[in-house]
Structure formats: structure tokens, C-alpha cells
């Protein structure tokens, strides 16, 4: 896998409750934000946005079943 999609997978999983841009990710990996798109969905076979999503579900889903959280709690846990 590119580098730079591994970066911003990394940064995904670090900051699920943060609105992440798809310009302050390209910045972070050194591309332009169209160029981090392609990659990224070459790469993972989903869009940024998708995975972004995709990601907060999951997390969701883990804390609903593990903890005692509040579905408001979760929802701000995961953005």
C-alpha cells in the first residue's frame, strides 16, 4: 500500500471524532486533494468519505457492545 494512503488511514483511526478535510489530509501527506482521492480509492477500493464513514460505524458499533456509553455519548466518541 502507498505510504501516503497509510498515513491517512492512520490519521482516520486517530481522529474519528474530528471532521477531517480532505485538504488539511493532503496536506498532512504531502499530495494535492485530488491526487490523495485517486490514491486513496486505487488503494482501499472506497472513497475517503466512505471509509471515514465506515470507520465511525465501526467504532460505534464496538462501543455500543462494549461499554456502558449512552448512544449520545457514542455519537460524540466517534463524530
Do not use: C, W
Not at 3 to 28: C, D, F, G, W, Y
Not at 33 to 60: D, M, N, W
Not at 65 to 77: C, R, W
Amino acid at each position: 500500500m502507498d505510504p501516503r494512503v497509510q498515513i491517512a488511514i492512520n490519521l482516520i483511526k486517530k481522529n474519528l471524532h474530528r471532521e477531517l478535510t480532505l485538504s488539511s489530509m493532503a496536506q498532512v501527506v504531502g499530495l494535492s486533494p485530488s491526487r490523495l482521492r485517486h490514491l486513496f480509492k486505487i488503494e482501499t477500493g472506497v472513497t475517503l468519505r466512505q471509509y471515514l464513514h465506515l470507520q465511525r460505524l465501526q467504532e460505534a458499533k464496538v462501543q455500543i457492545e462494549e461499554t456502558f456509553l449512552t448512544m449520545k455519548q457514542v455519537m460524540f466518541l466517534v463524530g
